[in-house]
């Protein structure tokens, strides 16, 4: 979906003069069935998201990644949003959960221990 979004600013930013208009993205993990599937990054000098295959992606690499916190952000070093579906209802409830580096650590470890 980011990279298809991506190619569509693009393509729709070929009759723009000014230059790129893609706006650097936040990197960002997928994850299915807990799961990572991909990990998204905004390479700078080509102003475009690269994807690494989730299959590369360990606890130690994704931790290493986001658990730094940048000024100005109140101790959250990283977010983590779920779209859920009610079997029973098909009623559709979005999830967004904020992490310090400590709560990271812990959701992490556990989406580990859940393979």
Not at 30 to 43: K, L, T
Not at 86 to 104: K, N
Request: proline letters at 6%; one cysteine or more.
């Amino acid at each position: 979906y980011l990279l298809k979004m991506q190619h569509d600013l693009r393509r729709s930013q070929q009759h723009v003069s000014q230059g790129p208009i893609v706006p650097p993205m936040p990197d960002t993990i997928v994850y299915e069935n807990n799961f990572p599937q991909a990990w998204y990054s905004f390479d700078r000098k080509s102003n475009e998201m690269v994807k690494m295959p989730g299959r590369k992606l360990d606890a130690n690499e994704i931790l290493e990644g986001f658990s730094q916190l940048e000024s100005g952000c109140g101790g959250i070093c990283a977010q983590y949003t779920a779209v859920i579906t009610d079997g029973a209802t098909g009623s559709i409830e979005a999830e967004t959960i904020y992490f310090s580096p400590a709560t990271l650590l812990e959701w992490i470890h556990d989406k580990d221990n859940q393979h």
